[in-house]
């Protein structure tokens, strides 16, 4: 497994993350564990979840409970006043059982937090982060103004948008304006939104762009097989590969 530094967090995380808000109540707790302990067996060492999607959070809480100091564990929150992002922080701490979440991520689309704002959000995260609850602060989103306005701001540590062989060119620029400000880009719809079932070329198209860490959502242990052996065995990055990515997109485009 390859490791890579997540932006100014500094942190040291596996090129896979394991995004588990897949992990729903059709999969009873047993199930979720075996899936997410062989993630974590395989090198795996980055797992994000919701607070939108309880279940998942809880599944993913139960199942890193006894290892939780070895991984790098991201939540999120679209709660909008200061009141409920406590709340919805201090269930996420309970449910994941942790005292502290290396990453908490604020979803938004059309507005962006800042430093003294009358809706005292981003105020409230840094108090969060001062008082240890939190580690770093990232945010999620797919609008893309508001992806560029969060890393020309330096205010966040890291930015989770969909990212594929799909995307347009100007998320490209997106991924290598992070790069350039020390911002960790999280690179969610990996398979673009369930658009594409080429799971290696998929892979090798993002292991391109040094500083993406692709979220994988994975329910099923068939599906993170998968995922591991193209990681460990990736396509070959020649003039085959391009041509091969250059028909998806524009059968697509």
Known sequence: MEYIRLGKTNALVSR??????????????????????????????????????PVSEKLLGDALY????NVFLSTTTSAKTPHE??????????????DSIDLYQFETEK??????????????????????????IGIVTTNIDTAYKAVESGLY??????FSMLSSEQTWQLVKLCEEND???????????????????????????????????IQTQE?????LYFNEHPPVIDEQFQKDVDHVRNFFN
Request: glycine share 8%; hydrophobic share 45%; proline share 5%.
């Open 157 to 162: 540590e890291t930015l989770q948008f969909p």
């Open 16 to 53: 896979v993350a394991f995004g588990a808000m897949r992990l729903t109540d059709k999969i009873v707790d047993e199930d979720a564990a075996v899936i997410v302990r062989k993630a974590y067996e395989a090198g795996v060492n980055f797992f994000d979840t919701s607070r939108k999607t």
């Open 223 to 227: 599906e993170l097989t998968q995922i």
């Open 183 to 217: 911002m960790g880009f999280i690179a969610m719809q990996p398979l673009g939104g369930g658009l594409l079932n080429n799971i290696p070329l998929a892979l090798g198209f993002l292991s391109q762009y040094e500083n993406v860490v692709p979220i994988w959502g």
């Open 66 to 69: 006894d290892i939780r100091m």
């Open 85 to 98: 992002i406590n709340e919805e922080l201090e269930t996420s701490l309970m449910t994941l059982h942790c």
């Open 111 to 136: 507005f962006l937090p800042e430093p003294g704002g009358a809706d005292r959000i981003y105020d409230t995260l840094v108090q969060a982060k001062n008082d240890g609850k939190i580690k770093h």
